[in-house]
T-cell receptor, first 110, second 111 residues
Framework: QQQVKQSPQSLIVQKGGIPIINCAYE??????FPWYQQFPGKGPALLIA?????SEKKEGRFTISFNKSAKQFSLHIMDSQPGDSATYFC?????????FGKGTRLHILP | DSGVTQTPKHLITATGQRVTLRCSPR?????VYWYQQSLDQGLQFLIQ???????AKGNILERFSAQQFPDLHSELNLSSLELGDSALYFC??????????FGPGTRLLVL
């Protein structure tokens, strides 16, 4: 019940395409859903986050779509660039506990 | 720069040895988290401290231990090291209930 399932494990998209990364959770008590971006050899960094009372949030080229009834949320990257190539982790938090998905390795082809 | 510092950046040691990894959280953050990330693996939560007290434990081996000091810095001690302990070790800190800020990590190589 504490798991966050993330898919796909890896993704290759042409420059300008829209990669979509999906996550699903079980525990309806989770109250915050952040996405982290990690470049090779670096620590993960908060990218964008959403609360469950909002269905969509945009920050620049990054959009989170949230479906509370389905207990699913996804990250869309508009006009993807080679510099977006990184590993992306979705997460869900409850109080000060955070549960990470297993990550998606994204590669944007030039 | 997240404001979280970790030392050392790299560590090479031999099997059976003991090492200590250090983390300084962001100013004002009371919570410190430790994670292990092996090659092609996700983030494995090890342990959390809050204001000096252990708050939560994840998949931390008995050979590993941690503590948080009064100045809020934290240390992760890894003993009887095995080849499989080679990984990136991240520290994160938080002052809110939702967001963690990660340090740059310590890359440990056990030979």
């Amino acid at each position: 019940q504490q798991q966050v399932k993330q898919s796909p494990q890896s993704l290759i998209v042409q420059k300008g395409g829209i990669p979509i990364i999906n996550c699903a959770y079980e525990n309806t008590a989770f109250d915050y859903f952040p996405w982290y971006q990690q470049f090779p050899g670096k620590g993960p960094a908060l990218l964008i986050a959403i609360r469950p009372d909002v269905s969509e949030k945009k920050e620049g080229r990054f959009t989170i779509s949230f479906n509370k009834s389905a207990k699913q949320f996804s990250l869309h990257i508009m006009d993807s660039q080679p510099g977006d190539s990184a590993t992306y982790f979705c997460a869900a938090t409850l109080d000060d506990k955070i549960i990470f998905g297993k990550g998606t390795r994204l590669h944007i082809l030039p | 720069d997240s404001g979280v510092t970790q030392t050392p950046k790299h560590l090479i040691t031999a099997t059976g040895q003991r090492v200590t990894l250090r983390c300084s959280p962001r100013s004002g953050d009371l919570s410190v988290y430790w994670y292990q990330q092996s090659l092609d693996q996700g983030l494995q939560f090890l342990i959390q401290y809050y204001n000096g007290e252990e708050r939560a434990k994840g998949n931390i081996l008995e050979r590993f231990s941690a503590q948080q000091f009064p100045d809020l810095h934290s240390e992760l001690n890894l003993s009887s090291l095995e080849l499989g302990d080679s990984a990136l070790y991240f520290c994160a800190s938080s002052n809110s209930l939702s967001v963690q800020y990660f340090g740059p990590g310590t890359r440990l190589l056990v030979l």
